[in-house]
């Protein structure tokens, strides 16, 4: 069993910078699909970014292309988001999941593709 665990959370201004990371408990991070979720206060769940297994290929949601960069680092075995040119409706808790499975890329965005989730870690963007 594979507990993702995230850091990195925390204040920043509008503008700003912050990068968040996901360790995989010490299980090898190169079996497993990746992602970033994030839900504000009464919102839905909303996909972030996925990193595909087998091909390294990164997807993004529209509301962050351009912004957010999701890579991993194959020697510390973890997980990153860069988000930069943060704005307030960035604010959320943000999760990491991890998924065994071997979908679609257009399913990487679905939170039903991933098995193991973190306990989330707090983005807020507020000046």
């Known amino acids: 069993q594979v507990q993702p665990v995230e850091s990195g959370g925390g204040l920043v201004q509008p503008g700003g910078s912050l990068r968040l990371s996901c360790d995989a408990s010490?299980?090898?991070?190169?079996?497993?699909?990746m992602a970033w979720f994030r839900q504000a206060p009464g919102k839905e769940r909303e996909f972030v970014a996925a990193?595909?297994?087998?091909?390294?290929?990164?997807y993004y949601g529209d509301t962050v292309k351009g912004r957010f960069t999701i890579s991993r680092d194959s020697a510390k075995n973890e997980v990153y988001l860069q988000m930069n040119a943060l704005k307030p409706e960035d604010t959320a808790v943000y999760y990491c999941?991890?998924?065994?499975?071997?979908?679609?890329?257009?399913?990487?965005?679905?939170?039903?593709?991933?098995?193991?989730w973190g306990q989330g870690t707090q983005v807020t963007v507020s000046s």
């Open positions: 010490g299980r090898s991070l190169s079996t497993y699909n």
């Open positions: 999941a991890l998924g065994a499975g071997n979908p679609i890329s257009s399913y990487l965005r679905y939170a039903s593709t991933y098995e193991y």
């Open positions: 990193r595909r297994r087998s091909t390294g290929g990164t």
